[in-house]
């Protein structure tokens, strides 16, 4: 009988240390028949301005703001946190008329569709606010970024996608803001259009089919803004960009001037794939630079997956970056189940991993591993064969075993 119990003991903690290592994005969720919640109040409410106008609002609060299509110009007057279910299915539309959100100081914004507005967002002053993980598709300007240069605005725009505008970001004296991992795609007249704006660091975007990738209509040389994050991230991927890549790392050999008319503005090290990141757990992230499509992005706890596919018969390749602490050791590349060799680059540390490999194009599973079980898996395993040989020494009958 101690056996037996030994053994279904060792099931549950295998069972339970593999359920443990499982990374799950949470959610945050609230029920009511009210469609807007104040998280901090319990409050509810039948529209985005209201829960925003309510006294019982206050600064630091969070809105959440279920699925659902709002016909709102919101406009956000406190600093709080507005986070909407998600981007594909949380939707304010302008209708046409003003803009889609209006905010200023310390605002975050995250998990919304914003459409049809003059802009998708528009932002006075700018100063501490965070905008993230939202589509941003078919206004006049994508994102209307008005700040005042005297002041560090120390803003993030990071993971939109804005595309289907006139102008995808329209930046006026905007001064120290980061710009990174969006994509700015399909601008009937410019991706970015900068006037007197300064020190703003732009890095890991996508600038895809804009007529005007980047125009910078003050004078030219006269406002600086940083177009790369050096060799770890390098700079951003351009659907014009022409150079190759000799050194297989996933940056072009020769820079991408920023602009005909932005003296003095580069990218040093322009992608030769378009840049993607994708959440594994807080703060963890796998990055990719890649002239594939990536789909089924998956990490068990153990392994990073995910599809490439491009046209067929052409080559492939794959820059990855990820911590060490999702996968450490020897690691192996997989395509299709079989193993790959690649180049471990030498931005590489004890905390982040950069892989570079190539494939040939179809559609292919990667599997990205390290070479040996983690000590705590072998160390699960080794309970279950001690278990086991406990158990076969205790029982008498043959059949006993099969009836646990």
Known sequence: ???????????????????????????????????VHNLNTGLNYSTIQDAINANETLDGQTIFVDAGTYYENVVVNKSISLVGANSESTIIDANGTGDAVEMSNNVTLSGF?????????????GVNCYISDNQIINNTYGINLECSVASPTFSVITRNYIAESNIGIYALEAYNTTITANTIANSSNMGIKLFASEYNTFFSNNFVNNSIQVFNSGESGDWPNIWDNGNSSGGNFWSDYKGTDTRDDGFGDSPYNVGPDIVGNIDHYPLMGMFNSFN???????????????SDFQFNGTAISFNVSGENG????????????????????????????YTLLPESNSTESYLYFTYSHSTEQVTIMSEFPSISILSLFMIMLIALAFCKRKTHAPDQLEML
């Open 1 to 35: 009988m101690t056996g037996k119990l030994l053994f279904v003991l060792c099931l549950l903690l295998t069972m339970s240390c593999l359920s443990f290592a499982r990374f799950t994005n949470s959610e945050a969720k609230a029920s009511s028949s009210l469609p």
């Open 280 to 294: 594994v757990t807080s703060p963890c992230s796998v990055e990719t630079v890649c002239n594939s499509t990536i």
């Open 113 to 125: 569709m914003l459409r049809n507005g003059g802009d998708g967002i528009d932002v006075e002053g």
């Open 314 to 341: 052409t080559t492939g390749f794959c820059r990855v970056s990820f911590p060490t602490t999702l996968i450490n050791g020897t690691l192996t590349v997989f395509v299709n189940e079989t193993e790959v060799p």
